[in-house]
T-cell receptor, first 111, second 115 residues
């Protein structure tokens, strides 16, 4: 059974600092996704990672994937308040398009 | 605009009163799915559909039904809602085309409270 673990669950950081969110998964998968969710809102797709060593960047966010370690990271550079949200990683399971989600990381960027 | 829509967005009901949450997508996606989101549990899949007339159970299907009579619509039916079905519900869709990477697009969510 595929399981996805994220840590930390809660992250309070100051503006201008860097930090990393980790996403571990238990069995082989060929695709990993990062989503952002603002309070009371839907999930917004941030990154799709498909291969070992894949790295994608958008603004202050950079995601990477190590399929051998079954680990993805979401790195935040020089955080700003607008990045405050909950971030989810999700791993694709088999050929059914099913996503297994981590429990999410609540990021609070303090001025 | 490409989107997934859900209705209603908010619903308060009582135990046992049948309800339907509608979901519609305009992207011609084959795959559609329902999730529920609960604090500390992340998102869990309720049901999914690979195409018209093809549906299957997800991880938490008890107490729910779905149908897929048309490609664009995938309603979620609660025949006899109970308080433990109080949750935030999301519909999602994705293409099964190779170059879509199965990326799922989510609706705005339906907040359901069962009293």
């Amino acid at each position: 059974e595929l399981k996805v673990e994220q840590n930390p669950l809660f992250l309070s950081m100051q503006e201008g600092k860097n930090y990393t969110i980790y996403c571990n998964y238990s069995t082989t998968s060929d695709r990993l996704y990062w989503y952002r969710q603002d309070p009371g809102k839907s999930l917004e797709s941030l990154f799709v990672l498909l291969s070992n060593g894949a790295v994608k960047q958008e603004g202050r966010l950079m995601a990477s994937l190590d399929t051998k370690a079954r680990l993805s990271t979401l790195h935040i550079t020089a955080a700003v308040h607008d990045l405050s949200a909950t971030y989810f990683c999700a791993v694709g399971e088999g050929a059914t398009n099913k996503l297994i989600f981590g429990t999410g990381t609540l990021l609070a960027v303090q001025p | 605009e490409a989107q997934v829509t859900q209705n209603p967005r908010y619903l308060i009901t009582v135990t046992g009163k049948k309800l339907t949450v509608t979901c519609s997508q305009n992207m011609n996606h084959e795959y559609m799915s329902w999730y529920r989101q609960d604090p500390g549990l992340g998102l869990r899949q309720i049901y999914y559909s690979m195409n018209v007339e093809v549906t299957d159970k997800g991880d938490v299907p008890e107490g729910y039904k779905v149908s897929r009579k048309e490609k664009r619509n995938f309603p979620l039916i609660l025949e006899s809602p109970s308080p433990n079905q109080t949750s935030l519900y999301f519909c999602a869709s994705s293409s099964r085309a190779r170059d879509s990477y199965n990326e799922q697009f989510f609706g705005p969510g339906t907040r359901l409270t069962v009293l």
